[in-house]
Nanobody
Framework: QVQLVESGGGLVQAGGSLRLSCAAS????????MGWFRQAPGTEREFVAA????????YYADSVKGRFTISRDNAKNTGYLQMNSLQHEDTAVYYC?????????????????WGQGTQVTVSS
């Protein structure tokens, strides 16, 4: 299984932007679908975005569509989540995950490697 490390979280004002990164090691990143999930206190982990191994297919949760962009650079073994127009409701721990291609699952059960998470806090 690939090891994943997220970075780029922090504190930002509402309307601001952050770019999360997910660095992969111990495997061939291009062999995997990648997803981003988030979890706020007292809630279940929820789907944010997912991208196919080639980057040619992407999916977004309705709550982030038009504001967030998922991407990946297989040559750098790194995935990204660009978050714009952040809202207080986006506050959560964000996790990247990988799963076997070619499926692009929208549920956590479809992924078998997870990072440790990075905190995103949006002040209103």
């Amino acid at each position: 299984q690939v090891q994943l490390v997220e970075s780029g979280g922090g504190l930002v004002q509402a309307g601001g932007s952050l770019r999360l990164s997910c660095a992969a090691s111990g495997g061939t990143f291009s062999m995997y679908t990648m997803g981003w999930f988030r979890q706020a206190p007292g809630t279940e982990r929820e789907f944010v975005a997912a991208i196919s191994w080639s980057g040619g297919t992407t999916y977004y949760a309705d709550s982030v569509k038009g504001r967030f962009t998922i991407s990946r650079d297989n040559a750098k073994n790194t995935g990204y989540l660009q978050m714009n127009s952040l809202q207080h409701e986006d506050t959560a721990v964000y996790y990247c995950a990988t799963g076997p291609r070619p499926r692009v699952p929208l549920a956590p059960l479809g992924y078998n490697s997870w990072g440790q998470g990075t905190q995103v806090t949006v002040s209103s």
